[in-house]
């Protein structure tokens, strides 16, 4: 994120936490990141290491992870705050997520912006609940974990493309 060239979404309301508003800030832009490095690694024919697991076995499949834990994070905070559900759709199948990724994500980000709004700060710290796959969180822990989670694979796509551009698979 280039601060001189960064300018919030019209559409962000003010937040009664500014640390929630600005993790949403970065998730956003971190998400848009992904999703760059997502088709230039598809452009440059990178292929994903072989793997058992279900979520990594193409392309595509990488891609409605990231996109679907985008929407399952929120709507896990949602619920564990007690808040109505966030009202996201569900993400495209592997079969058209990769031309409907750039819609949907816009989608996705705008129901992300309203929800957490108006959330008091010390609600995103105590108390802690169970997650989807059985580990405790405060909900703060949560969306830092959602913050990272497109980082983490936008960083892995990088590293598979400079691998193979350094062996000359590019």
């Known amino acids: 994120m280039q601060e001189e060239h960064y300018r919030p979404p019209d559409d962000l309301p003010e937040f009664a936490y500014r640390g929630a508003r600005t993790l949403i800030l970065l998730h956003e832009n971190y998400l848009r990141g992904f999703l760059q490095t997502w088709q230039a690694a598809r452009q440059a024919g990178v292929s994903l290491p072989a793997t058992r697991d279900p979520e990594y076995v193409s392309d595509e499949k990488l891609l409605v992870h990231v996109l679907r ?97 350094a062996t000359g698979e590019c």
């Open 69 to 165: 834990c985008a929407r399952k994070y929120l709507e896990w905070m949602c619920h564990a705050l007690q808040l109505p559900d966030p009202d996201i759709d569900p993400v495209p199948d592997v079969t058209q997520v990769e031309t409907a990724a750039g819609a949907y994500l816009e989608h996705l980000l705008e129901r992300w912006r309203q929800p957490l709004a108006r959330v008091e700060q010390e609600r995103f710290f105590r108390p802690e609940f169970q997650s989807w796959w059985k580990v405790d969180y405060c909900v703060e822990a949560m969306l830092e974990h959602a913050v990272v989670h497109p980082l983490r694979h936008q960083l892995q796509l990088r590293e598979l493309m400079a691998s193979a551009t």
